[in-house]
């Protein structure tokens, strides 16, 4: 054997042992996506930077044999298009791609459009109340495409602005009549204010654990009552749907409401109104903003991030650390109305049955489809993803959304927060076509979430705009572990597990419910829980949680009917064992078998409630301010 041959297999073995080097990949709002991507020369936008790590695994390129690192700058990235990754995006467990902040900076990705252009405005403005008068600014509606933007958002500042609306407080007033034949409502003429044409005048009306918003047709002022109709086509879903319904005369008086949008009912600081069909926006800044210098932000996009795979092409092994996901829009209550029937999931159609009975169940009085609200950040058809010390703010629906085929996912150390509808959602929640009172159990077991940890997540201000969406809304989901969580300042219940309303075996069983600290819940509505489960899922264990602080809004159909833990229709096979509460205050209603409470009170233990909710490692995100 040469010497020379000796060395070459020295070299060869060096070389085959060698570190596998993940790819470095840069992102600078400074940027350009012409540049190579090196941290001297980053790339303009992440959506160029996944590009460059799809051909580099499209081409087998050993700079990816240990992963792609895609690192982001901070500022703001405003986006025109969601960032989408497909299944030629996948990573795997050897080679994830990891898409980062850079170390000790803050990247926000946006789905908004600055509002520019403020001036004063100047002489009187037809309908604005007087003490708005020579108070409000004025800009034009930012255009998107050649037209004018509509949005139902503001921020100022970071700041969520106020809809013009009245009244600016808890005092709302109550339906006077309820009338589902000819589809009208009497309200007191007070209760208008000044407005005297529907124009884009919206009811946002309360009733039991729900909130709609109902775009006004027509208003007749009959004295010290006005009679009130609505657009199609949640007219007719509001009239003939029965759960939840208005209540008149009921326990607490009849359904509370208020009124939005329109410029008469801009009278304060810190309101603001869209004049769409002259596309001017009036702002009244609050103490200390100052419009020529203040950032204003309307919402422009749905989604920003949408993760999209098949069941048998799926996106996998994609981390997503340190970044904010901001600004997103929602439209459809605008256009259509907003009708939900529980969770933040709006009814499509609903109406009662002549006579009950349904295949499931034998007692069943009606019917209803249901639409799932868009969130921010959409996954679907994915696993092995990763939410790592992200943040999502600024929100018209859903912060961060997992729909189906997706497994062995993990959301930790993140805060969402300011969040119109429902924080985070898991599983399925009935698809449009089947009704929502059906078991779902699909025949390719794929489609179900599973697996799933969301673990010391901060949550909070949810459900900001919708009053009966959740902090965490789960549907049928399997395997699903939400643990060591802080739920709080939400409108309705904390934590929601499960969907159907039937004791019939479907797709959901082990799932775990623990160490979660939910205070501050059902701040707007009641028939609500600090955690709330539906149907029958074997196996699964809420425990160790600590739920307290219950909210006292005065309009509540029933002041006496909340629950710290509430097992709803169906539930069965449930373990409710060592949770924390100021009293034990449960229902248990038509549940089916199987379920066990164990220990549950102020009785449980002062280490058990202590440790709850936030670990020691991620109590910082208490402190975190709110991001521009």
């Known amino acids: 054997m040469t010497r020379t041959f000796i060395l070459n297999l020295f070299a060869l073995s060096l070389l085959g042992a060698a570190p596998a080097h993940a790819a470095d990949i840069w992102v600078a709002p400074t940027g350009s996506d012409r540049n190579p991507g090196t941290a001297e020369k980053p790339l303009a936008t992440v959506a160029a930077a996944l590009r460059q790590v799809r051909d580099l695994r499209r081409l087998h390129d050993p700079a990816v044999e240990a992963g792609a690192h895609i690192w982001v700058r901070g500022g703001e990235y405003r986006l025109t298009e969601p960032l989408f990754l497909r299944p030629e995006d996948a990573g795997t467990a ?20 600055v509002v520019t252009g403020w001036q004063k405005a100047l002489g009187k403005i037809p309908g604005l109340p007087a003490a708005a008068q020579g108070q409000v600014w004025v800009a034009a509606a930012p255009l998107l495409s050649g037209r004018a ?86 007219s007719r879903i509001q009239f003939e749907h029965p759960w939840p319904r208005p209540i008149i005369n009921g326990k607490n008086g009849s359904s509370a409401f208020y009124f939005t949008n329109a410029i008469e009912l801009l009278d304060q600081p810190g309101e603001w109104f869209y004049d769409a069909p002259h596309g001017q926006v009036y702002y009244w800044p609050r103490a200390g903003e100052n419009l020529v210098t203040a950032q204003v932000i309307a919402p422009a996009l749905e989604t920003v991030i949408r993760v999209a795979g098949t069941l048998d092409q799926p996106v996998g092994y994609v981390q997503f650390k340190g970044l ?31 006579k009950p009975g349904t295949p499931d169940k034998a007692g069943l009085e009606n019917q209803a489809w249901i639409g799932r609200p868009p969130a921010g950040v959409e996954m679907q058809n994915a696993h092995h993803t990763r939410f790592e010390r992200c943040q999502f703010l600024h929100m018209g629906a859903t912060a961060l959304d997992y729909q189906s085929g997706t497994h062995d996912d993990v959301i930790t150390g993140c805060t969402v927060r300011d969040v119109a509808v429902n924080g985070v959602q898991l599983g399925k929640f009935s698809d449009e076509s089947v009704e929502t009172h059906l078991p779902y159990n ?13 673990e010391n997540n901060l949550v909070t201000d949810c459900g900001n705009e919708d009053w009966g969406a959740v902090g965490i809304a789960a549907g049928f989901v399997r395997g699903t572990t939400i643990r060591h969580n802080e739920v709080a300042q939400v409108p309705y219940t904390g934590i929601s597990l499960g969907w159907g309303w039937t004791k019939t075996t479907n797709a959901m069983r082990d799932n775990r419910v623990l160490a979660n600290y939910i205070h501050h819940y059902a701040q707007h509505t009641y028939d609500v829980a600090g955690v709330y489960t539906l149907s029958a899922q074997p196996g699964t264990v809420i425990s160790e949680n600590r739920v307290d602080e219950i909210g006292r809004a005065p309009y509540v159909h029933d002041p006496d009917h909340w629950f710290y833990l509430y097992l709803d229709e169906g539930s069965s096979n449930i373990t409710v064992q060592d949770n924390w509460c100021p009293a034990e205050k449960f229902l248990a209603n038509a549940n089916g078998p199987g379920n066990v409470w164990k220990n549950n009170g102020p009785m449980v233990s002062e280490a058990i409630k202590q440790a709850a909710g936030l670990e020691a490692g991620y109590q910082d995100l208490r402190k975190i301010s709110l991001q521009k």
């Open 94 to 113: 050897t080679s994830p791609t990891i898409i980062e902040a850079a170390p000790g900076e803050q990247p926000v990705l946006s789905g908004g459009v």
């Open 324 to 354: 904010t996901f901001a600004y997103t829009t929602w439209l459809r209550p605008s256009e259509q109305g907003h009708v939900p029937l529980q969770a933040g999931m709006y009814l499509l159609d609903g109406y009662s049955l002549a």
């Open 442 to 454: 699909p025949k390719d077991e794929r489609e179900i979430c599973t697996n799933e940890l969301l």
């Open 149 to 234: 933007l509509n949005f139902r958002q503001l921020w100022v500042n970071g700041r969520k602005a106020t809809r013009a609306r009245t009244p600016n407080n808890d005092n709302l007033p109550r339906l006077l009549t309820w009338d589902t034949d000819k589809r009208e409502t009497l309200v007191p003429t007070a209760a208008l204010a000044s407005v005297k044409q529907p124009g884009q005048l919206e009811m946002v009306l309360h009733q039991m654990w729900a909130v709609n918003v109902l775009r006004v047709k027509s208003l007749a002022v009959q004295g010290d009552k006005a009679r009130v109709t609505f657009q199609e086509p949640e």
